[in-house]
Nanobody, 127 residues
Framework: QVQLVESGGGLVQTGGSLRLSCAASGLTFSNYPMGWFRRAPGQEREFVAAISVSGVSKYYGNSVKGRFTISRDNAKNTVYLQMNSLKSEDTAVYYC????????????????????WGQGTQVTVSS
């Protein structure tokens, strides 16, 4: 079955950096656009970033533009989220997700587009 396993979360100070990884198995990874979402306590899940199957096209939520970078390594079946200049409001559980192969790019911002989800990894930014 399909598995998406996030790692790399943890506790970091304001202004610090973390890199999240999401290892995929049970699917042909290079066929799937991938996304990162997050959910802060008491809030709805929020789009963070997405990447096309080739890795050429990347999309970001307004709150993370210029600070976060999404990338993928299709040979390793892994998608990454490099997070720099972290703020307390970035504290959340971060989830990776896989979307259908030919997803129209504007739909990559929508949670309902994605077929498969990981269990999430906690990121806590302390001041």
């Amino acid at each position: 079955q399909v598995q998406l396993v996030e790692s790399g979360g943890g506790l970091v100070q304001t202004g610090g950096s973390l890199r999240l990884s999401c290892a995929a198995s049970g699917l042909t990874f290079s066929n799937y656009p991938m996304g990162w979402f997050r959910r802060a306590p008491g809030q709805e899940r929020e789009f963070v970033a997405a990447i096309s199957v080739s890795g050429v096209s990347k999309y970001y939520g307004n709150s993370v533009k210029g600070r976060f970078t999404i990338s993928r390594d299709n040979a390793k079946n892994t998608v990454y989220l490099q997070m720099n200049s972290l703020k307390s409001e970035d504290t959340a559980v971060y989830y990776c997700a896989a979307a259908p192969r030919y997803t129209y790019s504007p739909n990559l911002y929508r949670e309902g587009t994605y077929d498969f989800w990981g269990q999430g990894t906690q990121v806590t930014v302390s001041s």
